[in-house]
């Protein structure tokens, strides 16, 4: 006896086709968006011929395809049909979309001169994952900090009995006591 079942399969087609300017000339790495309302589908980019491929549900989308200099172009309604061979081929009309544009650097400084000193907040969070209870060890995890073994905290160079500790807003001089 021979069974037969059969069952129903989402399937799938592409939409193809070829960005260009209106010159003719291919337009490579133009975006082409996808979209399903206001859902974005799927996304593409063209190739250095001018050529995309996407893979798709059957259904009606909206596409829209950008490349810099040029206007946007949006098609709505695109139907998407399997089994067919799905075309759309887009021209992009040249346009002054971007105008002037300036560039500024900026240079961080290696030395703040303003900034003349330091400091960091652990929270209890933070501290409860340190491998360590040691207020010292604790401190010495912050940039410019040594404690050795433990002992006497020093801060870029300072003396150890300069040192000013804040825990739970509370300020302690020398040295704090163990937790």
């Known amino acids: ?11 799938s087609t ?11 000339e291919a337009l490579i790495g133009a975006s082409i968006k996808v979209q399903k309302g206001a859902e974005l589908i799927r996304g593409a980019i063209t190739d ?19 490349y ?36 500024t650097a900026f240079k961080v400084p290696l030395i703040e001169q303003d ?4 400091g960091q907040t652990l929270t209890s ?8 209870r040691s207020v010292n060890a604790i401190v010495a995890t912050t940039a410019g900090v040594s404690a050795i073994d433990g002992g006497a905290v020093n801060i870029k160079g300072s003396r150890s009995n300069a040192t000013n500790y804040y825990i739970d807003g509370i300020r302690v001089s ?3 006591p163990s937790v």
Not at 1 to 11: E, I, K, N, P
Not at 48 to 66: A, C, K, M, Q, S
Not at 125 to 132: A, D, M
């Open 115 to 118: 900034k003349t000193q330091g």
């Open 68 to 103: 810099t200099g040029y206007q946007t172009s949006k098609i709505t309604g695109v139907r998407v049909i399997v089994n067919t061979l799905n075309t759309l081929d887009v021209t992009l009309v040249s346009g002054n979309v971007l105008g002037e544009v300036t560039v």
């Open 125 to 132: 969070e933070q501290i409860r994952n340190l491998p360590t």
């Open 14 to 24: 592409v939409l193809s086709g070829k960005i260009s300017d209106d010159s003719g």
């Open 174 to 176: 020398g040295s704090p």
């Open 1 to 11: 006896m021979l069974l037969s079942a059969g069952a129903v399969l989402a399937q």
């Open 48 to 66: 250095y011929n001018g050529d995309y491929r996407i893979v798709l549900d059957p259904g009606n989308y909206d596409v829209e395809v950008t």
